[in-house]
């Protein structure tokens, strides 16, 4: 850890970056921390106890500027740093990613290929709770997995936590924002909702790594980060996706190709 | 105002009579991991053991989404249908904290600053407030920093103050709090000369309100807002935990020749809140957001509306997902 506030410390005095990203010790756990100077990177940590996902500061003009700036990235991070490269919403000359990896040494990144090389050692798995969860409702019939998220959704009253905790929510305007034409009604309501939420989900197939950002965010306790997971999961093998795993050919469902053959439509 | 001593049997039987007597009861209840005010039939359904809800009470005089009027287009002529204040039931929120309790004068200040908001009014006139005195608190509850205390009664209809016999010491503030006492009033005994604040956790008070206002009168183009919003991801949980946040959009639900107008929760911390149709923002970064929502609960409603917009119940701290925590940034702010 003293590494990493030392060279954090280091970019930024000698200009490398303007801005290094990382997290602190909060009030009751760690937080996201902004270091614009070597006395700030001093407040730096970096343990498994830090459960953001940094990734979504990253593509926030006010925040990062013009310049080069720094990110301490857990695994979470680096797979959505991966998926924004993919869909070009950062560039490599901008970033540089620190980590320290399991046997406590510093690494820095900044490339798609140095990141993947590094993410590729690490399976994707179902936390205890995901699987606890997931199995449940695997096990249900069709109405009763509607009824299940009919009656969680019934608690969202739209602050869009889930929304502004996802790095890949990164739309200037997002279709909740759009009012000339109102898609979806912005008060809670059972309808409401379930548009929002199934808007949400859409479009985040074939592109959400399963940080699971959006269900430590919301408040109401809604596990909503389960939607996106298992889309992902189920759709990976169809594709030739390693779950959580980026691939640089873009996204299965926002990519078109000629030469697709599409056999699938009779 | 009477104190009285109630049983725990007294309790019981008291808590059955308002049900029977056929008001609304909601309480806070344990379900999906979460303490939540819901309505209840019986008792038993009541939480124990916890030191605060997720969401406050508000919804209960200021719903999330709430009709204003409907309409209806016919040969040229609108039939309006207005709000009409008779449809609200009469409700009992049971085992309220004096934190949520206190944020109804905000909250009615807010909505009655012009002129008076017939539907709030409507909600508050017909809500019974049965509040409980905080035995517990954890490090997110500052009510004695914000003129508030763990045995405040302001909001309140009646108080109760558990004690180890499993009865407790009720106060009995309002005429709305004798109304319910008369529903079953046998069962409130003499006083027994308890004192009440042996009962009550003890919260020392972490900031004061006359120093942070007099700092934030000067400070609305300090570095500060930056340096503390700068991790804020610009969702809406703090507000709509609050007790007192009162932010509201007003939308049109129109299916052909019917509508509804519609009043609904929204958050000064959303960048649409503030977008003009001409494209400007005048608050179009997330500083100015958490700068507005400061200076309006600390600063603006003390000036303007003479109370303040904060009650100290801690649940935006505790709900924010980046531990945006507001006793920490006023404590520092006051400290500066």
């Known amino acids: ?266 | 105002m009477e104190t009285k001593y109630i049983s725990k049997s007294g309790i019981e039987q008291w808590f059955k009579s308002i049900v029977d007597s056929g008001k609304r009861v909601y309480a806070p209840v344990n379900s999906r991991d979460q303490i939540e005010f819901k309505r209840v039939k019986n008792l038993s359904e009541v939480a124990d053991e916890y030191v605060q809800t997720t969401q406050s009470i508000k919804a209960s005089v200021y719903p999330k989404a709430e009709v204003l009027f409907s309409y209806e287009k016919e040969h040229g002529k609108v039939h309006l249908t207005d709000f009409n204040p008779d449809s609200i039931p009469e409700t009992v929120l049971w085992k309220v904290h004096p934190c949520d309790a206190a944020g109804f004068k905000p909250l009615s200040a807010i909505f009655n600053w012009d002129s008076p908001d017939k539907l709030h009014n409507a909600h508050v006139q017909k809500t019974s407030v049965i509040s409980f005195s905080c035995a517990m608190a954890d490090e997110s509850c500052f009510c004695t920093s914000v003129n508030g205390s763990p045995g405040n009664l302001a909001g309140s209809d009646i108080q109760l103050t558990m004690l180890p016999d499993g009865g407790a010491i009720a106060e009995i503030v309002t005429p709305k709090g004798e109304a319910l006492v008369a529903l079953s009033p046998t069962v409130f005994e003499a006083d027994k000369g308890e004192d009440k604040t042996k009962y009550l956790v003890d919260l020392p008070a972490r900031f004061s309100l006359e120093e942070v206002n007099a700092k934030l009168n000067k400070a609305f183009n300090s570095t500060v807002w930056k340096e503390q919003s700068e991790r804020c991801i610009g969702c809406g949980a703090c507000a709509f935990v609050c007790p007192t946040c009162a932010c509201f959009d007003i939308q049109e639900d129109v299916h052909g020749s019917t509508g509804r107008r519609i009043r609904c929760w929204d958050a000064c911390g959303f960048g649409l809140f503030t977008l003009h149709t001409s494209g400007h923002n005048p608050r179009e970064h997330q500083s100015q957001r958490w700068r507005q929502r400061l200076l309006h609960k600390f600063s603006y409603m003390p000036a303007r509306l003479n109370v303040v917009g904060c009650t100290g119940c801690g649940r935006c701290s505790r709900a924010c997902p980046v531990d945006m925590n507001i006793l920490e940034h006023i404590t520092s702010i006051a400290e500066q």
């Open chain 1, 1 to 266: 850890m003293e590494k990493l506030r030392e060279r954090a410390a280091a970019i930024l005095a000698d200009g490398t970056v303007s801005l290094v990203i990382g997290y602190e010790e909060g009030t009751k756990r760690p937080r996201p921390l902004f270091c614009h100077d070597g006395e700030s990177a001093r407040k730096l940590i970096f343990d498994s106890r830090c459960f953001h996902n940094l990734a979504v500061y990253l593509t926030k003009k006010e925040l990062v500027g013009n310049g080069r700036f720094a990110v301490t990235a857990t695994i979470s991070t680096l797979r959505s740093i991966m998926q924004l490269y993919v869909e070009n919403q950062l560039s490599e000359d901008k970033l540089l990613i620190l980590t320290v990896d399991l046997s406590g040494t510093l690494r820095e990144f900044v490339t798609f290929d140095e990141i993947s090389a590094y993410v590729e050692q690490f399976e994707l798995k179902r936390s205890e709770r995901e699987q606890a969860i997931l199995t449940r409702i695997e096990g249900m019939t069709r109405e009763e997995r509607w009824n299940f998220w009919q009656e969680e959704m019934s608690h969202c009253f739209k602050c869009y936590a889930c929304r502004s905790a996802c790095p890949l929510c990164y739309c200037t305007k997002c279709v909740v924002e759009v009012n000339r034409p109102q898609w979806i009604n912005p008060w809670p309501a059972p309808v409401a909702n379930m548009e929002w939420h199934i808007n949400r989900a859409m479009h985040m197939v074939g592109r959400c790594t399963a940080c699971g950002a959006c269900g430590d965010a919301c408040p109401v306790g809604i596990p909503i980060d389960l939607i996106t997971r298992k889309m992902m999961e189920d759709m990976a093998p169809e594709f030739g996706y390693i779950p959580g795993l980026p691939v640089k050919k873009g996204n299965a469902l926002s990519t078109w190709k000629l030469d697709d053959r599409e056999q699938f439509i009779r």
